[in-house]
């Protein structure tokens, strides 16, 4: 699937899929990516050396945790993770969150792993 040029309704692109901690995209702007994807649970620790990676939530509730603190985020509030700084996404139940980052960055940044999305479906 490719971009068009309509607008993009979140609650309906949410709805089309139910797979946890795997982004899917729903736009671009320039060399970035809009993504989003449903969360629930802890995900890994990782970094991003090269990039910045802003959260912003939809629906639920994310906490980014830092080895020595942790931001708590409700619906429309945003955080952005400054790059190369170790941070684990923890939402307790269902979380809906959007992202924006450089195409080609890794879900799992530094980390690696099972939960590696190389490349994310548009959705």
């Known amino acids: 699937m490719t971009p068009d040029s309509g607008s993009i309704n979140l609650d309906e692109k949410f709805a089309?899929?139910?797979?946890?901690?795997?982004?899917?995209?729903v736009g671009r702007l320039n060399d970035m990516h809009i993504k989003i994807a449903k969360v629930q649970g802890a995900f890994v620790?990782?970094?991003?050396?090269?990039?910045?990676?802003?959260?912003?939530?939809?629906k639920g509730t994310l906490t980014i945790r830092y080895r020595d603190h942790a931001v708590t985020l409700g619906p429309?509030?945003?955080?952005?993770?400054?790059?190369?700084?170790e941070h684990l996404p923890v939402a307790p139940e269902e979380c809906q969150i959007i992202m924006i980052e450089p195409a080609g960055t890794l879900n799992t940044g530094d980390a690696g792993g099972e939960r590696t999305v190389a490349e994310p479906s548009w959705i």
């Open 16 to 25: 089309k899929f139910s797979e946890l901690w795997s982004p899917k995209v």
């Open 45 to 58: 620790w990782h970094a991003h050396a090269d990039t910045d990676e802003m959260f912003m939530v939809h």
């Open 76 to 85: 429309g509030e945003i955080h952005v993770v400054p790059k190369g700084v």
